[in-house]
């Protein structure tokens, strides 16, 4: 069965102190893999799309990396604005031959000033 | 360029009900999928469209539908509500299945009192 698996569930940071995020992932016929960010009361906001092992993205204080089994999300020197749930989707063929896009169940961030 | 659209944001219905949920696409993107999150099962998928067709469905009861039209905007509908039903409803447009990524609305919240 496709899984995606996020650790840890929480984190709290204090302003400026670097950390990483972990996406753990089962998916047969893998297409892509996402990272979203989610404040509270909104639909996921995008921030980066991964291909193949090795791939790298940045945006600011963010780093997103791939390997065959999990991608990391590296923040580095963070602030309060930073604070969210990150939530990371798998897009991947089902046994079946469809495709579907499964998500873990996100990281709460807390970044305090 | 105009984002995703659902309306309407908020929603208060009474067990036994029907709903209907609306998603307005992105201009141009052929694809919309559908998820329901809550805090304890996070982002779960619910169905695909693309073209007017379901191309993918996830392990909802049969009291979930939905439809496209020909204008790529979609409909979900939900019957016979339960309590368990309360959630964020949320829909996600791509140019199909995926490519160039998934852009999120910002989500119907239900509630089934």
């Known amino acids: 069965e496709d899984q995606v698996t996020q650790s840890p569930e929480a984190l709290r940071l204090q302003e400026g102190e670097s950390s990483s995020l972990n996406c753990s992932y089962t998916?047969?016929?893998?297409?892509?893999l996402f990272w979203y960010r989610q404040d509270p009361g909104k639909g996921p906001e995008f921030l980066f799309t991964?291909?193949?092992a090795g791939e790298e993205k940045e945006k600011e204080r963010l780093k997103a990396t791939l390997t065959k089994k999990e991608s990391f999300l590296h923040i580095t020197a963070p602030k309060p604005e930073d604070s969210a749930t990150y939530l990371c989707?798998?897009?991947?063929?089902?046994?079946?031959?469809?495709?579907?896009?499964?998500f873990g169940k996100g990281m709460k961030l807390t970044v305090n000033p | 360029k105009a984002g995703v659209t659902q309306t309407p944001r908020y929603l208060i219905k009474t067990r036994g009900q029907q709903v209907t949920l609306s998603c307005s696409p992105i201009?141009?993107?052929?694809?919309v999928s559908w998820y329901q999150q809550t805090p304890g099962q996070g982002l779960q998928f619910l169905f695909e469209?693309?073209?007017?067709?379901?191309?993918n469905k996830g392990n909802f009861p049969g009291r979930f539908s939905g439809r496209q039209f020909s204008n790529s905007r979609s409909e979900m509908n939900v019957s016979t509500l339960e309590l368990g039903d309360s959630a964020l409803y949320l829909c996600?447009?791509?140019?199909?299945?995926?490519?160039?990524?998934?852009?999120f609305g910002s989500g119907t919240r239900l509630t089934v009192v």
């Open positions: 996600a447009s791509s140019l199909g299945q995926g490519v160039g990524g998934y852009t």
């Open positions: 998916v047969s016929g893998l297409r892509g």
């Open positions: 991964l291909y193949s």
């Open positions: 989707a798998v897009h991947g063929v089902t046994q079946g031959g469809s495709e579907k896009l499964v």
């Open positions: 201009s141009g993107h052929r694809s």
């Open positions: 469209y693309f073209s007017e067709t379901q191309r």
